[in-house]
């Protein structure tokens, strides 16, 4: 002991007790994923409390000098279950959320194992091993300072525990403002335990009662045609009376109750005083009825998605091996899931993280969870090594637990997933989200990163050419902008079974009038060529402001491709906004062809004869860097949208009854006013899409700032001392100090707004950049002298071939599930979280995004 006493008092200094700020990597290695279940467990950095595996541990020590490492390991054993025969409970809850991972939704993790843990103090480079057993026999002053390091380590919640409950599902209701201030009228009905119908129609189901006046209504109707006639919401807008309770889901426990002023489910604490008030004792009712979640969860797998996306209604093959890993789903993260397996199907993403992951690796930062190349090469190599495709572990009899038959042990990217939406409004939870969204962010995340490297992103990359004729002066205006996705509309007219969907929707009203079991589900067919004509079609623009006429004219904007990329991304637009303006998912069939042209789609540029337009909007003005001189309130005399203070000889007044639209909708005022001035007056569409495309952006409900005048309303920003750090981080991206100091200062020292900054003022900052951001987004193209020569945007011919798709299931990109379908080794391999199989019949008709191959020529 004495040997290990002394090399104890040597490195005694280096050890740390973690602080509450402290994030303690104690269940996934910084470079691989390894985790104290593997083979050689888990080394936990004593000073940094950074966790590595067996074989970068050295690597660590010697870059550091820490020597002490805290070794966990490990050991799965099966769980005692408990006998639940007595009590009649079931051996598993249905599900009460439409997620997957998370609490109340659908568990695909469910917990078999308990565990032996060991875990002992390991000195480098000797490996010097000391069970924590033999502290004992250690001094006083030694013991009780590693002992108390190894106890907090121990107690510590892990780095991605911490992230979790950050990130826990927005979906958890809150107790509503209205829920202890309700005033309830004194003459109101005695509500009886059951017999219940809609005081203004005849319907029994989906009632609600309202809890100020006691009237009973039916609910909204949904987007498929059932639920209810409205008359609920109706009574409320005519009624302002707030909260209104779901009858047939009281219970004991609580009930759905639904806030309409705050449109959102919530929590009322004062429910069982609310209703007795109608004569209803809370504690004697029973549940009689579906509350609203298990009526969408019911609703999902009724379409039949479920089935036929993930092919579950065969015997399907596990694949094993590299290329071949299952990811797990770390509460609602299929999405992530879908979107990496297939960017690390392409040889360009293989090359750039996986193929250099010992030159990443060497160059990371002091925290390699921190670092962007670090933890995508990581994902990069545990998706493609083999090394964690393998079958999920099995019980001591050898038979693996027949829930989970097919599943493998796979990687678990938590900090991947929590690094990726770090600052994120919504790729920082837990909550479902939309694959093409995150898709583009992950795109939008490696141009920050690859600068002055090779950049992957350019197999998608390509140039799109928009042309606009104003029809009264019959002049053009030619523009490209850079794009990575092409979006496909879903013309639902051009369905060629079109009498087949009458019937089924006749059929399916008499049934649910006659309270009959609803018919087999009749899907919209519609051909690929009906929606690739419909993207190529002339589209029209009211009220389009023309330079040649100056004045507001009628133009036609036609979109086509200046250049095609090495893969081509078709998202298929299944997901829009009814007139009410609620998300809704067209379920719709669309056979994608295996092979595509698309050649005829081609831009031509300016042709012979034609007049160019000079300007066809206002300049585009950020609040970052102004270039007008326009104040943004008005004055006392003019305050209304287009007060006279937004026009000037180069931009046009801007539309009232646009900014009026979207101000209905329940968008910021503010938020509306930039839309409409960044569109150029183009129209309620394209000032919805800005709006749906910037509503993430810190500054969306800002006024529009355009300083510059001294009028009412300018804005002069104060002058802070520049952020050190800030300027350091941006100069590691690749940009001069010089850059760096004016994208803090114009954006009030923000380390975040000044990269969103300098990435979309590539052309103010860079000569040779030539790249014009897209649509909006913080997406763009540098390239400085010691950026790899080849062109930014690569071209070739219009030919492709389908190689992979992500597909969802589910009503809307919020809830539901994703898996992806990739052609490997001349077959089809679904891939669904931890599952990846041989595909039988790949659903190619039931695609969200298809990722297109181009064809050599």
């Not at 081609?602 to 337009?613: A, Y």
Request: some cysteine; proline content about 6%; overall charge negative.
């Amino acid at each position: 002991m004495a040997a290990v006493s002394e090399a104890l008092v040597a490195v005694l200094p280096t050890i740390r007790v973690p602080k509450a700020g402290d994030r303690v990597h104690k269940d996934e290695c910084a470079f691989s994923f390894d985790t104290p279940e593997s083979d050689g467990g888990l080394y936990v950095c004593m000073n940094t409390f950074l966790g590595f595996g067996k074989q970068y541990v050295e690597r660590h020590h010697r870059k550091t000098g820490q020597r002490v490492y805290l070794h966990m390991k490990r050991t799965r054993k099966p769980k005692v279950e408990e006998n639940t025969s007595a009590t009649g409970d079931p051996p598993k809850k249905k599900p009460t959320r439409l997620a997957i991972g998370v609490e109340g939704g659908f568990d695909v993790t469910e917990e078999k194992f308990e565990y032996d843990e060991e875990v002992k103090l390991v000195i480098l480079p000797e490996y010097l091993e000391i069970p924590r057993d033999l502290l004992i026999n250690l001094p006083d002053m030694i013991r009780d300072r590693v002992a108390c390091a190894i106890d907090a380590i121990q107690a510590a919640d892990s780095a991605s525990r911490k992230q979790e409950v950050q990130a826990w599902d927005g979906e958890v209701r809150q107790v509503s403002k209205h829920a202890f201030s309700l005033k309830q009228l004194e003459s109101t009905p005695r509500i009886p335990p059951w017999g219940w119908r809609c005081s203004k129609c005849d319907m029994k189901e989906n009632l609600w009662l309202n809890l100020t006046d006691g009237t009973i209504l039916c609910g909204r109707r949904y987007f498929d045609g059932s639920g209810g006639n409205n008359h609920a919401v109706q009574h409320y807008k005519e009624t302002g009376y707030p909260l209104a309770v779901k009858l047939g889901t009281i219970t004991p426990d609580g009930a759905d109750v639904y806030s309409y002023d705050e449109d959102d489910m919530v929590l009322d604490p004062s429910l069982a005083e609310h209703l007795s008030h109608f004569g209803i004792d809370m504690m004697k009712m029973q549940k009689t009825d579906k509350t609203m979640t298990e009526l969408e969860i019911d609703m999902n797998q009724r379409i039949g998605e479920w089935e036929l996306i993930q092919e579950s209604g065969v015997q399907l093959k596990p694949i094993y091996g590299p290329g071949y890993t299952g990811i797990r789903n770390l509460g609602n993260s299929c999405y992530l899931n879908s979107v990496m397996q297939v960017l690390f199907s392409l040889p360009d993403f293989q090359t750039k993280y996986v193929g250099k992951l010992e030159k990443i690796f060497q160059s990371a930062a002091g925290d390699p969870t921190q670092d962007f190349n670090t933890q995508v090469a990581k994902l990069g190599h545990g998706l493609l090594s083999g090394e964690y495709s393998k079958p999920s572990v099995f019980l001591g009899d050898g038979e693996q637990i027949p829930s989970q038959a097919g599943l493998q042990d796979g990687i678990a990217p938590r900090m991947f997933k929590a690094l990726i939406g770090k600052g994120h409004p919504e790729f920082s939870t837990n909550r479902q989200q939309d694959a093409q969204e995150y898709f583009l962010h992950f795109i939008n995340m490696v141009e920050r990163n690859c600068r002055t490297t090779e950049n992957p992103n350019e197999v998608f990359r390509f140039l799109v050419e928009e042309r606009i004729k104003c029809l009264a002066s019959e002049k053009v205006k030619y523009t490209q902008r850079v794009d990575y996705i092409m979006q496909l509309p879903v013309p639902m007219d051009a369905a060629t079974n079109k009498e087949e969907l009458c019937d089924y929707e006749e059929r399916r009203r008499q049934a649910e009038e006659e309270k009959q079991q609803l018919p087999e589900l009749v899907r919209a067919k519609v051909p690929f060529m009906a929606c690739l004509e419909a993207y190529g079609a002339p589209e029209q623009v009211d009220d389009f402001w023309s330079t040649a006429l100056q004045a507001k004219s009628v133009a036609v904007k036609t979109t086509r491709f200046a250049s095609f990329p090495d893969y081509l991304v078709i998202q298929i637009k299944k997901f829009t906004f009814g007139l009410d303006w609620v998300p809704k998912k067209l379920d719709v069939s669309i056979e994608m062809p295996d092979e595509l042209d698309i050649t005829q789609l081609q831009g031509t540029g300016l042709q012979p004869g034609e007049q160019e337009l000079l300007d066809i909007a206002p300049p585009l003005v950020t609040p970052d860097e102004p270039k007008g001189s326009l104040g943004f309130y008005g004055n006392d005399d003019d305050d209304s949208f287009c007060s006279p203070h937004f026009s000037s000889p180069t931009s046009p007044m801007l539309d009232e009854s646009v900014i009026i639209q979207l101000v209905e909708m329940g968008f910021p005022m503010e938020a509306c006013r930039k839309a409409v001035y960044y569109t150029g007056n183009s129209g309620v569409e394209a000032a919805m899409n800005w709006v749906m495309s910037h509503m993430d952006d810190p500054d969306f409900a800002n006024p529009l700032v355009l300083p510059g005048s001294s009028g009412p309303g300018s804005i002069t920003a104060s002058v802070e001392p520049l952020n050190e750090d800030g300027i350091a981080t941006i100069i590691s991206m690749g940009f001069s100090r010089e850059q760096a100091i004016k994208a803090l200062r114009a954006t009030c020292n923000s380390l975040e707004r000044a990269v969103d900054w300098i990435f979309s003022h590539i052309d103010d900052l860079d000569a040779e950049a030539a790249m014009d951001i897209s649509e909006g987004r913080s997406v763009a193209e540098s390239v400085s002298e010691s950026t790899p020569a080849g062109p930014k945007v690569r071209d070739g011919p219009g030919k492709y071939k389908l190689f992979a798709f992500i597909s969802h299931m589910g009503t809307s990109t919020m809830c539901g599930h994703y898996v992806c379908h990739i052609k490997k080794d001349g077959r089809w391999v679904i891939y669904n979280d931890q599952k990846v199989c041989a595909s039988e019949k790949p659903p190619k008709d039931l695609g969200y995004i298809y990722f297109y191959q181009r064809v050599p020529s």
